[in-house]
């Protein structure tokens, strides 16, 4: 993928997924299959490798927080499903191919993406429970908890709804793109520190970096949307204009949208510096989601 992306943990995380997906009865083939297709689909696998990552900078065995990876990955892949459905952002394609509800119908697409939420947490009890103490354990599913609720990922999604259409002051901006986007993948990090051992510093360090991450990461998802190509994004480009979405190229242009996803990554890395831990493949990451293309 890239000389600075960690596709070592990639192919594990990718691994992992295989082993760790949940098998159900043949009456409920359809809503695996839907699963399976979305949950495998082509893709970076960004927020679980920071998982890994996270843990791996503390000097911890990458693999110990391989379960909690997988199952923020689960999470993810349940929030696509939803977004495309037609009453939210109405798109057809993903990663390069036909979005869930259109493979599937909208109804077996709500249903696998509400197995693959509850999946998540079925699997961190289980598996990930098998190697963690109770209480970095507990930590771990409270990160996912409340990234995933009314102060995370569905807050930010209700606000991007309300702001359809309008333009929007800075703060509000921005807490669309930290909650919809920015709390799942703060989380990643967060699980990971808090699963590799690190102490109170080092996850608040972690947890700063990432939090810059996920904006540089939306930023650029945004403006990708407006000067990229629908081979190389995976998806059909436009479409944050052709919805009225509240976007920082929308609202600010192209080129200063660039500079507010270099300023972020640029705070991303800041938030690493004196840092008494490994940071060279975090500040990697930062610099391969500021100049990614797809």
Do not use: W
């Not at 977004?83 to 869930?100: E, K, Q, S, V, W």
């Not at 403006?223 to 190509?229: A, F």
């Amino acid at each position: 993928m890239s000389l600075s992306y960690p596709d070592d943990l990639k192919l594990l995380v990718n691994e992992a997924l295989r082993a760790y997906f949940p098998h159900s009865d043949e009456p409920l083939n359809t809503v695996s299959e839907a699963m399976a297709y979305s949950l495998f689909s082509p893709g970076k696998r960004f927020r679980p490798v920071l998982t890994l990552l996270a843990a791996e900078a503390l000097g911890a065995d990458p693999k110990i927080a391989l379960p909690v990876a997988c199952a923020i990955e689960f999470i993810h892949t349940y929030s696509l499903i939803h977004d495309d459905l037609p009453a939210i952002d109405n798109d057809d394609l993903r990663r390069g191919r036909a979005t869930c509800h259109v493979k599937f119908g909208e109804d077996v697409a709500i249903l696998a993406g509400d197995a693959l939420f509850a999946e998540a947490f079925v699997l961190v009890l289980t598996e990930q429970s098998k190697c963690t103490d109770p209480g970095p354990l507990l930590e771990a599913l409270k990160e996912l908890a409340v990234a995933t609720g009314i102060n995370g990922m569905v807050g930010g999604q209700v606000a991007d709804i309300m702001a359809t259409g309008l333009s929007v002051d800075r703060v509000t901006l921005e807490y669309i793109h930290n909650h919809k986007t920015g709390s799942l993948i703060t989380a990643a990090a967060r699980c990971g520190a808090i699963l590799g051992g690190g102490s109170f510093a080092q996850i608040e360090a972690i947890s700063e970096y990432a939090g810059h991450l996920g904006l540089t990461f939306q930023i650029i998802d945004d403006i990708l949307d407006v000067v990229g190509s629908t081979d190389g994004v995976g998806k059909h480009v436009g479409r944050d204009a052709d919805n009225r979405k509240t976007t920082f190229p929308g609202q600010l242009g192209v080129n200063r949208a660039q500079e507010e996803a270099q300023a972020t990554a640029a705070r991303a890395i800041e938030a690493l510096s004196g840092a008494r831990f490994r940071t060279d493949r975090l500040v990697d990451m930062a610099n391969f989601v500021l100049r990614r293309t797809s």
